[in-house]
């Protein structure tokens, strides 16, 4: 079974500190994508990279996708409470063309 | 343009009830897809449909059904629900194979 480890699973910090979340998998990816979730809404996407080493900014979120396109981060500079959600990263299987997702990471950022 | 629609947003039902969820794609959108999430799970996916045809099946059981109408719409299916079914059913609208994903807010279930 496919499987797109993310962590942490569970993220609380004070607003201004910087953050970093990883999504790992021991398969290859054609394309990654993170998408974030606020309570009581569905996911919505940021952001989708597909060339091994692409590295993409949305303001202050930095997008990496791994060399080896197996694994991605997503690092938030100077978080703010509106960055709180939940925070999910997909994965589209280069043979299957099938996607699939993390567990997600909660974040929490405290004013 | 409109987005995905999900009605509707909060239901109750009992144990061996079914119930009916229906999704509303982006216009040009041909694309459906359910997702089940759930706090020890995450997302599940269920199904995808494309032309009235489903196209992709996740792992649930027979129980779990839907269909696509001409129009695009989609709906789910769930009959003979148990308590473990309570979730946040998610449908979710693309072009085909662009594997892009636009959400709905989701359907909030809870069995009693």
């Known amino acids: 079974t496919q499987l797109l480890e993310q962590s942490p699973q569970f993220l609380s910090i004070q607003e201004g500190e910087n953050l970093t979340v990883y999504c790992n998998s021991s398969?290859?990816?054609?394309?990654l994508q993170w998408y974030r979730q606020e309570p009581g809404e569905g996911p919505v996407l940021l952001v989708t990279v597909v060339t091994g080493g692409e590295v993409k900014k949305l303001k202050r979120l930095t997008f990496q996708f791994g060399d080896a396109r197996k694994d991605s981060s997503l690092h938030i500079t100077a978080a703010q409470p509106g960055d709180t959600g939940l925070y999910l990263c997909a994965g589209t299987n280069s043979n299957t063309g099938k996607l699939i997702f993390g567990q997600g990471t909660t974040l929490q950022v405290k004013p | 343009k409109a987005g995905v629609t999900q009605t509707p947003r909060y239901l109750i039902k009992t144990r061996g009830q079914q119930v009916t969820l229906s999704c509303s794609p982006i216009s040009g959108h041909r694309s459906v897809s359910w997702y089940q999430q759930t706090p020890g799970q995450g997302l599940q996916f269920l199904f995808e449909y494309f032309s009235e045809t489903q196209r992709n099946k996740g792992n649930f059981p027979g129980r779990f059904s839907g269909r696509q109408f001409s129009n695009s719409r989609s709906e789910m299916n769930v009959s003979t629900l148990e308590l473990g079914d309570s979730a946040l059913y998610l449908c979710?609208?693309?072009?085909?194979?662009?594997?892009?994903?636009?959400f709905g807010a989701g359907s909030r279930l809870t069995v009693l």
């Open positions: 398969s290859v990816f054609s394309s």
């Open positions: 979710a609208s693309s072009l085909w194979g662009a594997n892009v994903l636009t």
